[in-house]
Antibody, heavy 122, light 107 residues
Framework: EVLLVQSGAEVRKPGETLKISCRAS????????VGWVRQMPGKGLEWMGI????????RYSPSLQGQVTISVDKSISTAYLQWNSLTASDSAMYYC???????????????WGQGTLVIVSS | EIVMTQSPATLSVSPGESATLSCRAS??????LAWYQQQPGQAPRLLIS???SRATGTPGRFAGSGSGTDFTLTISSLQSEDFAVYYC?????????FGPGTKVEIK
């Protein structure tokens, strides 16, 4: 079974750093793009960025470029989403999701992780 | 960036009736279009990819159609578990943008 298991909820103060994780199992981690999707409270889905674990090629949404960093550790089949300086507007649910198709850039997301809630508050 | 729009924002339907949801892209995305369902408090799940191919486990009452810029998701004979929010997503060009969603609620 293909599974993506995300790290638990986080509470941080503005200006702090944070790295959340998404651990994959049940498939060849190197061969599928893994993306991150933000959902702010009561709002829709926002595509943030994506990484290809095989060579760490990364694409970001232009609106979020420079605000977050996506990375992987192939040795433990885990993708990460990192902030260097959080703000209150980063408070949201964050989902990781795998491209359904191997290798290709053009694919839907399937499956999804269960989500990581991030709360940024002073 | 390709902008996705969905209509209506909210659709009120009685159980057993059908629902038609629309999704439009600002530029052609060919058939690179997916539909997702999100239940309250849950992660989204893939329903349809390639505009019309049902994902594993998607019931036959869900049907996707369209290509280019105009797409439709039809849900026939709505069941209680179908009342949810539905998002379309284009994956033709980075960033792979989502539509704002259509909430299907019980009438």
């Amino acid at each position: 079974e293909v599974l993506l298991v995300q790290s638990g909820a986080e509470v941080r103060k503005p200006g702090e750093t944070l790295k959340i994780s998404c651990r994959a199992s049940g498939y060849n981690f190197n061969n599928h793009w893994v993306g991150w999707v933000r959902q702010m409270p009561g709002k829709g889905l926002e595509w943030m960025g994506i990484i290809y674990p095989g060579d760490s090629e990364t694409r970001y949404s232009p609106s979020l470029q420079g605000q977050v960093t996506i990375s992987v550790d192939k040795s433990i089949s885990t993708a990460y989403l990192q902030w260097n300086s959080l703000t209150a507007s980063d408070s949201a649910m964050y989902y990781c999701a795998r491209h359904r198709m191997q290798y290709g850039e053009y694919s839907s997301f399937d499956p999804w992780g269960q989500g990581t809630l991030v709360i940024v508050s002073s | 960036e390709i902008v996705m729009t969905q209509s209506p924002a909210t659709l009120s339907v009685s159980p057993g009736e059908s629902a038609t949801l629309s999704c439009r892209a600002s530029h052609s995305v060919y058939s690179n279009l997916a539909w997702y369902q999100q239940q309250p408090g849950q992660a989204p799940r893939l329903l349809i990819s390639g505009a019309s191919s049902r994902a594993t486990g998607t019931p036959g009452r869900f049907a996707g159609s369209g290509s280019g810029t105009d797409f439709t998701l039809t849900i026939s004979s709505l069941q209680s578990e179908d009342f949810a929010v539905y998002y379309c997503q284009q994956y033709s060009k980075w960033p792979h943008t989502f539509g704002p969603g259509t909430k299907v609620e019980i009438k």
